[in-house]
C-alpha cells in the first residue's frame, strides 16, 4: 500500500514539474513585450497541399467576386477600371498586398498575452477588465466580436480559419457590407496602425476601437458602442493617455478618417470632359493641389505632363493630329498606398466552444479616377499648311598676326574692319596674335508660303497635312537659298597699329561675300624693331646689407620673357641678365616690344624678388616695354633674408628648478645680452659682434623679444662702466628683423640675490648645456640663395644641427645662500657664553622653521638660507637666566649702499654687488646676544668688532642697570 502510495505520489509529481517546463516554454516564445512591434511570420514547415479543396474554391470564389464588383464600377463610370487595377497592381505586385492566400493554409496557434492589459467599455457601461493582446503565430490580430471577451478563449477550444480565412469576405457575411466599405476601412486601419508611431499598443487599441466603430446597432447590438481603452478601472497593465477616455478614442477616430480623405482626394478635374485643338498644348490646373500625387494611364497620341504654370499646379495636356475629331479617356489613380504591408488578421467566435480566424488576403486597392478628352477637327474637304522661314546674316572675321621672321605670334596688333565703306569695328590681337569680329545682322524673312491638299476621309488627313507641309517646306528652302545668294557685302581689314617694337603692315584686305559664307580668316606678318634692356638690383633694406658678408648683390640672374605664363613658368627664356658687385647687369640687344622679367638665380642672402610692380601682375615679375633703338633699365628692389625670431627666455633657480626664488629672491632683473655676429662661419676669438641688444627679465623670470619693454636702453656696472644698447633693424612697417649671421644669448648679470653661476640651453637641444657667462649660439641662414632664412642651433649631436623655429632658451643660475650666526653670553662685564639655549627661528616669506641649540660655546648656526626676513625666538634659556622678552627679527642678506659701507666700515670685497639695484648684500650674518634682542648690526667683517664691542659692552651695562634696579626694588 506504501509502495502504491509513493508511485502514484511521484508520478503527480512529474505531471506538476512537466507541467510547469510546458508552461515555461511556452510562455517564453508566446509573450510578446508590450512596446514590441509584430515580428514578421515564419513558415513552421507545414505542406501546401494540406489546404482543402473547399477552401480553395472558397478563395477563388473570393477573387471573381471582386472583379465582378469592379466590371460594374467600369460600366458605371465609363472607364477602363480594368487597365486601370493591372497598372496599379490589384492584379500584379505592385499593390501593397495586405496578406497572402497563402497564409490560410498554414496551421495557426491563437494565444494571448497574460496579462488584463486594456479596459473594456460596453454601450450600456457595464465594464470589464479582462482584454489583451491576442496573437496569432506571434502576429498580432484583432477581435472583431467584442462582445466575446478574449478571456473566453480557454483551455481545449479548437480555431479554424473561415469564409476561408479571408477578413473582407467575413465582414462581408456577417454584416452584409461592401466591397467599397471594406476596402476603405482597410486604408483607415493602416493610417491608425501607425497614428501613434512607436506606441504600438496604442495603435493595436485604436485599430480594434476604429473597426468596432463601423458596426451598427442595427447590425449587432452587442458590439456597437464598444470601447478598448488603455487605462481603466480595472487595473491594467498597460497605461497610455492617448487613449484613456472615450472622448478620445472618438477624437483619433475621427483624425484616421480625416488622413484617409486628404489620401482618397482627387484633382479636380478629376471626371471631367476636356476639348483641345489637335497638335496643340493647353493648361488644365489643379485646384486640389495634389497633381503630384497622382499617375497617370495616357493613351497612345495624348502627353500629360504634371507641372507649374502661374504658381498653381496642374498638368500640360497635348494630343496629336492623329486624334483630330475622336475622344479618348485618361484614367488616373493616387500613387501614395498607406504605409504598412503587414498582415491585419482578426478572429470571432463562432460558439463557447470553436473561435474562427479570418485574415485581409486581398490587396489594398488605391483611389482612382478618370477624365475624357475631345480632339476637336475642322472639315474633312482640306488639309491646309502655311509657313515662311528667316535668314539671321552673319559673318566671323579672323585674323592671325605673326613675326615675319620666326613665325611667333604677336599680341597687340590693332586692325580697323569695315563693311560697305563703313567702318563697324576696331579689334586687338590677343597673347595667341589671334583678333577676331562676329558680326550678327538684322534677320531677313521669305515670303509666306502656302499648300492645300484635300481629304477625302478621316483616315487620309494625317498624309494629306504631311503632303502639304513637304511641299511647303521646300518652297520655303529654295526662297531662303536664294535670298542668301543674292544679298552680298564688301568686307575690309587694315591694321592701324603694329605691336610694341614692330613696323606696321601696310597691306589692305578688301572682299565680297554673300550669306552662304560664314567664316574668313585673315593672315598678317610684321617685321620687328630693336632695343636695348638691362637690370639694377638694389637692397631693400640696406642698413642690414651694407658692409654685411653675408649679402652681396653679385651673381643674381634674371630671365626675359615673351607672355606672363612664360615667366612664371621659366620656358621660352629670350636671354638672361646676370649682376655684378654693385648689382647691375650686362646690357642685352632685344626686339622692341613688351617683356616679362622674373629673377630665376638668387644672389647671398637675398631671397627671390618678390616685388609686385603692377596691380595684376603676380609678385616678383615685372612687366617692361623695350623701345626702338633706346635703352631700358629695370630695377629691382629685392628684400634681404631674415627673420621676425622671438627670445623667448626662462630663467630657472638651478638647484631646485623652479621658476620663482626661494624666499624673497626674485628672477626679474636678470640681464642678457643678445649679440649679432656678420657671419654664418663658427666664430673665432676677438671677433666682436656688430650689434648687442641687452634684455632684462620680468616679475616671471622671462623676456619677450617682441616686447620692446623688455630691452635695457643702458646698464651702469659696479665699476661704474655703461653698457648701451644698439638701435634694432627693423623692416619699413617698424617689425624688428634680424638679419643672416649669427646670435649669441649670454648671461650679464644675474638677479637680485642670485650669483652669475649655472648654465642655459635651447629649448629644442637640451643635450649643450654652456655656462650661463658663456652663452649659446645660433645661426641665422639660407639654406640655398633665394630661400627664406631658417634658425639652427650651433649644439653639434649624432644626426646634425637642429632646426629651430625660435631663440627659446632656459638659463638657471645658483641662489646666494646665506647664514645667522648667533653667540649667546652673559649680560655681565664676563660676557660668558650660555650653552644649552634653545631658539626657534621662522622665514617670514616661505614659513620654514628651525630649531637650535647653543653649544658650549654659546654658538648657534644657521646656514643654507634662502633671502627674507627671519624672525628668531628664544624658547628655553639656561638655568638661572630669565627669557628674552622680545623676538629678533633678521632680514638676510643685509643691504647697503656705498656711504653706509663706508659709515660702518665694512669692505666691498666682503658684500656682494647687484648691479641693477646698485646694493651691496651681505649674506653671512653674525649676533652676539645677551638679554636684550636690540639688534643693530651684525658682525660682518674685522673692522665691526671694533665697532660693536663698544655697542655690547653698552647693552650689557644697561642690562646690568636693569638687574641692579629690580633688586633695589626687591
Sequence with gaps: MKTKEKSIFF????????????????YSGQMVSAAQRVETYKDNGEDESEMTQESIQSQEKTVREQAEYMEELEEEQNIAHSEILEVMGVRNALAVKMNTIERALQTMTLTKSPQKMFAAYYADGTFNGQESVLYLNQEVVWC?????????????????????????????????????KINNLAKAVCFAKQYFGDHGLCGYALVQDLIWSEIQPYEDAGETGYYLLTNGAGNTTYQCEHLNTREKVNEAIQAVWQQFYAYNTLPSYQGKTISVMPGQTCWIPDTNGVTDKTSF????????????????????????????????TVNLYKNEIPAGSEGILVYGATDKKRQSVGMWSGAISPTYGSFRIICERDSYLNARYEARDAVAPSIDLHIQKTDAQTGKNLAGAVFEISMDGQKVASVVTDAEGKAAYHWRGEVLYTSYYESVQPVNMFSDWKSAYEAARRDVKQQVQDAVTQLKSATTHIWRVEEVQAPEGYARNEEVWEQ??????????????????NGYLKLQKVSGNPEITKHNPCYSLEGAEYGVYQCL?????????????????????????????????KEVTASLGYQYCAEQTEIGLPEGIHRVTVKSEETTEVRCVEEPAGKTLLLNLQKYEQEHGMTVGPGTASLQGAVFALEYYATTDPLHDNMPPVRTWYYQTDNNGQIYSTGEAYLV??????DGSVLWSDELYREENGNVFYPIGTYRIREISAPKYFKLEGNMHFVENTDVCPDVKTGLDAVLRQPYSGASAELYTMGKKSHGEILIQNLSVHAYDKLHYGSITLYKTTADGKKRPLSGVEFHMTGQTDQDTYTAVSDENGKVVWDHLAPQVYVITEVKTAEGKNLLQDSIEVKLPMEMNLEDLVKNGQKEEDAVYDVMTGKYCFYDLTYCIGNTAI????????RGWKVYGVLICGLVLLAAGIVFQRHKSV
Excluded at 508520478?11 to 511556452?26: K, R
Aim: with cysteine; charged share 20%; hydrophobic share 40%.
Design 512 to 529: 565680297t561675300f554673300d550669306l552662304n559664307t560664314l567664316a574668313v580668316e585673315v593672315q598678317y606678318t610684321n617685321v620687328p624693331e
Design 297 to 328: 494611364i495616357v493613351p497612345d497620341g495624348v502627353q500629360v505632363i504634371p507641372g507649374w504654370h502661374e504658381n498653381h499646379g496642374g498638368i500640360w495636356l497635348k494630343a496629336d493630329e492623329s486624334l483630330a475629331g475622336r475622344t479618348v
Design 935 to 942: 639688534l643693530e648690526m651684525p658682525f660682518t667683517g674685522r
Design 713 to 718: 636702453p643702458e646698464l651702469t656696472e659696479s
Design 565 to 597: 605664363e612664360d615667366a612664371q613658368k621659366d620656358v621660352g627664356r629670350i636671354v638672361t641678365l646676370k649682376t655684378d658687385a654693385t648689382g647691375a647687369s650686362d646690357m642685352q640687344t632685344i626686339c622692341a616690344g613688351i617683356y616679362y622679367i
Design 11 to 26: 508520478i503527480c509529481l512529474a505531471m506538476i514539474v512537466s507541467g510547469v517546463i510546458l508552461f515555461s516554454v511556452i
Design 144 to 180: 472583431l466580436e467584442p462582445s466575446e471577451l478574449v478571456g473566453n478563449v480557454g483551455k481545449g477550444i479548437t480555431y479554424a480559419l473561415v469564409d476561408p480565412g479571408d477578413a473582407a469576405q467575413w465582414l462581408q457575411n456577417r454584416y452584409g457590407w461592401s466591397w467599397n
